[in-house]
């Protein structure tokens, strides 16, 4: 029920901001070929835009489906289980974001969007950006944080195009990275979006801070729980463990990101 309900949520958003009449009849020129300039030329282009990147939030690695583990469904020597825990792992997505990070600086530059429209814009762009990389970094550890577009490293197909080549970050420098984008989101972010309830607010940015910060957190302080093979040299890289001292400050910003929404008076259980 989880699953399908994340499916439903997922297609509500992209349809949820207006209809597709709506958004068509703010555009001009042929519709049959839209080009990027074309779609950040108006407010509802850049809608669209960013609704093709909200349809991309993964929701479902580590779904209900998931927590089985063979262990746990062995029945009688049998084991039931038939599949491993799933990640999110797609750079075309994060080239996406960073693309629209990119028009979105230039059609402010333009003055197609105002400075308000501008913050909460770039503020849901990076709540998207955390949130892809919180399906990342749960399960591969340190992954490559890349936030800008690559474009200008290709140099053609017979070179090396090494500009391509991000190295991962460690462990604690993608957790890291990820609770600095949603503590910008939050600041650019309103308190109730103008486009519904179906987009990121500031409150958004602020829950889903203190869900990664309290994963990492226990990450941090339990890696013992689990044995850890020294000998490989992810590990030994710290590219996929975290010492507990860093548990500090994941907890710290849990609870700091925590009170700030308890404290505001918008929210009761």
């Given at each position: 029920?989880?699953?399908?309900?994340?499916?439903?949520?997922?297609?509500?958003?992209?349809?949820?901001?207006?209809?597709?009449?709506?958004?068509?009849?703010?555009?001009?020129?042929?519709?049959?070929?839209?080009?990027?300039?074309?779609?950040?030329?108006?407010?509802?282009?850049?809608?669209?835009?960013?609704?093709?990147?909200?349809?991309?939030?993964?929701?479902?690695?580590?779904?209900?489906a998931?927590?089985?583990?063979?262990?746990?469904?062995?029945?009688?020597?049998d084991?039931a289980?038939?599949?491993g825990?799933?990640?999110?792992?797609?750079?075309?997505?994060m080239?996406?974001?960073?693309?629209?990070?990119?028009?979105?600086?230039?059609?402010?530059?333009?003055?197609t969007?105002?400075?308000?429209?501008?913050?909460?814009?770039?503020?849901?762009?990076?709540?998207i950006?955390?949130?892809?990389?919180?399906?990342?970094?749960?399960?591969?550890?340190?992954?490559?944080i890349?936030t800008e577009?690559?474009?200008?490293?290709?140099?053609?197909?017979n070179?090396?195009?090494a500009?391509?080549y991000v190295?991962?970050?460690?462990e604690?420098?993608?957790?890291?990275?990820?609770?600095?984008?949603?503590?910008?989101?939050?600041?650019?972010?309103?308190?109730?979006?103008?486009?519904?309830?179906?987009?990121?607010?500031?409150?958004?940015?602020?829950?889903?801070?203190?869900?990664?910060?309290?994963?990492?957190?226990?990450?941090?302080?339990?890696?013992?729980?689990?044995?850890?093979?020294?000998?490989?040299?992810?590990?030994?890289?710290?590219?996929?463990?975290m010492?507990?001292?860093?548990?500090?400050?994941?907890?710290?910003?849990?609870?700091?990101?925590?009170e700030?929404?308890?404290n505001?008076?918008?929210?009761?259980?």
């Amino acid at each position: 029920m989880k699953r399908i309900l994340s499916y439903i949520f997922a297609a509500t958003i992209v349809l949820g901001f207006s209809s597709c009449d709506k958004i068509f009849d703010s555009l001009e020129g042929d519709l049959s070929k839209m080009y990027a300039d074309q779609l950040t030329a108006t407010e509802a282009g850049i809608d669209r835009l960013m609704a093709s990147i909200y349809a991309q939030v993964p929701m479902n690695p580590f779904a209900e489906a998931e927590k089985n583990t063979p262990h746990a469904a062995e029945t009688s020597g049998d084991t039931a289980y038939s599949g491993g825990v799933s990640g999110f792992w797609s750079y075309t997505v994060m080239r996406d974001i960073n693309s629209l990070i990119k028009a979105l600086n230039e059609a402010k530059e333009k003055g197609t969007l105002k400075e308000e429209q501008f913050k909460y814009y770039l503020g849901e762009a990076k709540f998207i950006r955390a949130y892809c990389y919180f399906g990342s970094v749960r399960i591969y550890g340190g992954v490559p944080i890349v936030t800008e577009m690559l474009d200008d490293q290709y140099e053609g197909d017979n070179a090396e195009n090494a500009g391509l080549y991000v190295a991962r970050s460690t462990e604690v420098d993608t957790w890291k990275f990820i609770i600095n984008e949603l503590e910008e989101a939050a600041g650019l972010l309103p308190d109730v979006h103008p486009g519904g309830v179906y987009r990121a607010n500031k409150y958004s940015a602020l829950g889903l801070e203190s869900r990664v910060a309290l994963w990492a957190a226990s990450l941090c302080k339990y890696w013992d729980r689990a044995p850890i093979d020294s000998k490989y040299k992810a590990v030994q890289e710290k590219l996929t463990y975290m010492d507990k001292s860093d548990a500090k400050f994941f907890y710290d910003k849990c609870i700091k990101a925590s009170e700030a929404i308890i404290n505001s008076g918008k929210f009761s259980l």
